[in-house]
């Protein structure tokens, strides 16, 4: 039975997919991939934190709280580049309505 963390880290993992499959930006897919590693990682931590003998369980959790630093870079960087990418976008219309020389697809553009 998975306890609720370990659920929520697969629902992270099942969220983080759908957006690599969905995004078109190679630096957006490449932050996501990066962020699906670090969360892949502290699932596989806290299951053998779970096997592991009681010696080990303290150094396994200082792997665990460097893991989930490791995330929040991650999730920091996906920010980052998504921004980067909506730039992009908005820029690319922009670019779009400028060389726009009807009136009515100016109009389109705009809306």
């Known amino acids: 039975m998975a306890g ?3 659920k929520a880290l697969k629902a992270k993992i099942a969220e983080i997919k759908k957006a690599i ?3 078109k930006f ?3 897919k490449k932050a996501l991939v990066a962020q699906l590693k670090a969360v892949k990682k502290v699932l596989a931590l806290r299951k053998a934190l779970k096997a ?3 010696a080990k369980k303290a150094a396994i959790l ?3 709280v460097k893991a989930r630093a ?9 920010v980052k580049a998504t921004a ?3 730039a992009k976008k908005i820029a690319l219309i922009k670019a779009k309505i400028a060389q726009s ?3 009515e697809r100016k109009k389109a553009l705009v809306a």
């Open 70 to 78: 490791a995330i929040k870079k991650a999730a920091a960087k996906v």
């Open 62 to 64: 200082a792997k665990i």
């Open 4 to 6: 609720k963390k370990s």
């Open 101 to 103: 020389v009807f009136p």
């Open 26 to 28: 190679p630096e957006r």
């Open 84 to 86: 980067k990418v909506d």
């Open 21 to 23: 499959a969905k995004s």
């Open 52 to 54: 592991a003998p009681f």
